[in-house]
């Protein structure tokens, strides 16, 4: 059975620019939840899909955006990044809709300059 | 707005001992706790949880306790090992399908 996993490992993005996330979720898994944890800080939660739809959202602005695929794969999407955006970002999948069961990606680190 | 609390950034307990990690929320719509344990450059793992209808759960190891009218949780870990050592994070949900995380613990087992 393969785990959560998530691509790229790292990236280097500059300010202004926009950025793409993926997320492979666990099979069997139709709920995937994205967090975003700053240098220090607990992970913060950004929104979850659901069945390819949005399920719940956190206190980020619209710039964040994501995406559910049929295959419940799963993107996060940051336009006009600023320097404030980076950090960690995690992705989790569970097998159904809340957030029991959730297993974490590694993660991406992100770093805006 | 933090509504997850955890006040002890880091903890050392020596090999065998009790480790006890605290947290405290603000929120008493919370209906689910969570304990999740992270290791470096890997995605927290979940470790126990706990209903708001029970006041203690147990796991082997790992016991969480939930005062609810404190609005405080805590994590016993008897006994210690060195494998413990790592990043301990706190979570709750409830309503309107929101999820919290505390700040963390970095919990240290010394052998």
């Known amino acids: 059975e393969t785990g959560v996993t998530q691509s790229p490992t790292h990236l280097i993005k500059t300010r202004g620019q926009q950025v793409t996330l993926r997320c492979s979720s666990q099979s069997g898994h139709n709920t995937v939840s994205w967090y975003q944890q700053a240098l220090g800080q607990g992970p913060q939660f950004i929104f979850q899909y659901y069945r390819e739809e949005e399920n719940g959202r956190g206190n980020f602005p619209p710039r964040f955006s994501g995406l559910q695929f049929p295959n419940y794969s799963s993107e996060l999407n940051v336009n006009a990044l600023e320097l404030d955006d980076s950090a960690l970002y995690l992705c989790?999948?569970?097998?159904?809709?809340?957030?029991?069961?959730?297993?974490f990606g590694p993660g991406t680190r992100l770093t805006v300059t | 707005d933090q509504q997850v609390k955890q006040n002890s950034p880091s903890l050392s307990v020596q090999e065998g001992r009790i480790s006890i990690l605290n947290c405290d929320y603000t929120n008493s719509m919370f209906d689910y706790f969570l304990w999740y344990k992270k290791y470096p450059a890997e995605g927290p793992t979940f470790l126990i949880s706990?209903?708001?209808?029970?006041d203690k759960n147990e796991d082997g190891r790992f016991t969480v306790f939930l005062n609810k009218s404190a609005k405080h949780l805590s994590l016993h870990i008897v006994p210690s090992q060195p494998g413990d050592s790592a990043v301990y994070f706190c979570a709750a949900s409830g309503t309107g399908n929101q999820f919290y995380f505390g700040t963390g613990t970095s919990l240290t087992v010394i052998p």
């Open positions: 989790a999948s569970s097998p159904r809709t809340g957030f029991y069961e959730q297993y």
């Open positions: 706990i209903s708001s209808i029970k």
